[in-house]
């Protein structure tokens, strides 16, 4: 308790024994246990990550690509992007195509 004059008054008396006790009582802290592993971010973040390997060449095509966009989506997007279309194409084709690959 704080009188006017700016004293503080600490309680006193037959009864101070149990404001201590009630105000440690109340003054208990409960800090969470930490969790191991990387903290969670987000509901959409449970996509399993796949990574790839992408040579200087194809990772500059792809940057030139998202760049000519409007939004300029970042290198991630850029690729989803890609083979969202991609997908979409492949599933309103109805002949097969073969697709050429270099062999290292």
Known sequence: ??????????????????????????????????????????????????????????RAQIDAWAARQEDKPARSEAIRRMIERQLAVDSTDTKPRRVSRKTD
């Open 1 to 58: 308790m704080v009188r006017v004059g700016g004293e503080l008054a600490l309680a006193t008396g037959p009864h101070s024994w149990y404001y201590h006790i009630i105000m440690a009582v109340n003054k208990k802290v409960v800090v969470p246990k930490k969790r191991r592993g990387r903290p969670f971010t987000g509901v959409d973040n449970r996509d399993p990550v796949t990574a790839i390997r992408l040579s200087p060449e194809l």
